[in-house]
């Protein structure tokens, strides 16, 4: 009995720690940068960091089309805790979302760094990068994309995508597939 009193609390304890190295780090974000060094990125809003729930845990129970007729297994993202669909059925968000059609959503962001959406008729992603510089913003979305997915980067440049950035953020890469930074063909940007 007491050896499982210690185990519940041993678990109890790495939960809570889990929770503050995910969750506890609150409006900003450091990732390693392609140059090797950290970036950290000042964030706005709601924050999407969750990758709790069964669905998170369970790494195949979702496939999804890739380019050449692959498929590929994912975890079921769009059961996970931060996706959504919006009003538009079929059309999904993973992370960060934004009111859309009149609908008023008190989840939503007013100014994102990102939004990735998830077509799921044509199962294919959109990654909108929405604030300088985006080749770090770009790295934070295709990070957060790949964990959400359960998947690796090559699994990622097998998807069905597209990363671009609207011209009032940054017209020189503007009406550009801008690609995942790792993948063969991608657009290299300052970070």
């Given at each position: 009995?007491?050896?499982?009193?210690?185990?519940?609390?041993?678990?109890?304890?790495?939960?809570?720690?889990?929770?503050?190295?995910?969750?506890?780090?609150?409006?900003?974000?450091?990732i390693?940068?392609?140059?090797?060094?950290?970036?950290?990125?000042?964030?706005?809003?709601?924050?999407?960091?969750?990758?709790?729930?069964?669905?998170?845990?369970?790494?195949?129970?979702?496939?999804?089309?890739?380019?050449?007729?692959?498929?590929?297994?994912?975890?079921?993202?769009?059961?996970?805790?931060?996706?959504?669909?919006?009003?538009?059925?079929?059309?999904?968000?993973?992370?960060?979302h934004?009111?859309?059609?009149?609908?008023?959503?008190?989840?939503?962001?007013?100014?994102?760094?990102?939004?990735?959406?998830?077509?799921?008729?044509?199962?294919?992603?959109?990654?909108?990068?929405?604030?300088?510089?985006?080749?770090?913003?770009?790295?934070?979305?295709?990070?957060?994309?790949?964990?959400?997915?359960?998947?690796?980067?090559?699994?990622?440049?097998?998807?069905?995508?597209?990363?671009?950035?609207?011209n009032?953020?940054?017209?020189?890469?503007?009406?550009?597939?801008?690609?995942?930074?790792?993948?063969?063909?991608?657009?290299?940007?300052?970070?």
């Amino acid at each position: 009995m007491k050896k499982l009193l210690i185990i519940l609390l041993a678990l109890a304890l790495l939960g809570f720690i889990a929770f503050w190295v995910f969750v506890g780090f609150g409006s900003k974000q450091t990732i390693t940068g392609s140059n090797g060094g950290n970036v950290t990125l000042p964030l706005s809003g709601n924050v999407p960091t969750s990758t709790s729930g069964s669905s998170m845990q369970d790494k195949t129970s979702f496939t999804v089309a890739g380019s050449g007729g692959v498929t590929i297994p994912t975890r079921d993202f769009l059961r996970d805790s931060t996706a959504g669909e919006y009003p538009n059925r079929g059309y999904y968000y993973l992370g960060y979302h934004t009111s859309g059609d009149g609908v008023v959503d008190p989840t939503a962001t007013n100014d994102p760094p990102y939004l990735i959406e998830y077509i799921k008729s044509e199962q294919y992603f959109i990654i909108e990068l929405l604030k300088e510089p985006i080749g770090t913003t770009r790295l934070i979305a295709e990070q957060y994309l790949m964990a959400h997915l359960g998947i690796s980067q090559d699994q990622m440049c097998q998807l069905n995508y597209s990363v671009s950035v609207p011209n009032r953020v940054n017209s020189q890469y503007a009406s550009k597939n801008l690609g995942f930074s790792f993948c063969l063909g991608a657009t290299k940007l300052p970070n």
